[in-house]
């Protein structure tokens, strides 16, 4: 089983950018799909972004689309999620994902995680 380690989080403010990175191990990086989930305080894990295992196709959250990018680097078994217009209400706990299918990572059931990141970000 892959294991994740999220890293980039901080304080930034609103209109700024951040770049979260996940390490993965242990199972080969290549045969997962990957993906973004983000917690805010008295809320649900709700879905951010996903990518395939080859990073051809990707998946986004409605609320996150054209300021978000995921990416994944398959030999250094990373991947990335680039942050851009950030907003107040993206504050939040950042989880790296992986699942076998990007569909499984977005559908959140059976999904890896890592111990996630904060982001806050201040008006």
């Known amino acids: 089983q892959v294991q994740l380690v999220e890293s980039g989080g901080g304080l930034v403010q609103a209109g700024g950018s951040l770049r979260l990175s996940c390490a993965a191990s242990g199972r080969a990086f290549n045969t997962n799909a990957m993906g973004w989930f983000r917690q805010a305080p008295g809320k649900e894990r709700t879905f951010v972004a996903a990518i395939t295992r080859s990073g051809v196709a990707t998946s986004y959250g409605d609320s996150v689309k054209g300021r978000f990018t995921i990416s994944r680097d398959n030999a250094k078994s990373m991947v990335y999620l680039q942050m851009n217009s950030l907003k107040p209400e993206d504050t939040a706990v950042y989880y790296c994902?992986?699942?076998?299918?990007?569909?499984?990572?977005?559908?959140?059931?059976?999904?890896?995680w890592g111990q996630g990141t904060q982001v806050t970000v201040s008006s």
């Open positions: 994902a992986a699942n076998n299918l990007m569909v499984q990572v977005q559908n959140g059931g059976g999904n890896v």
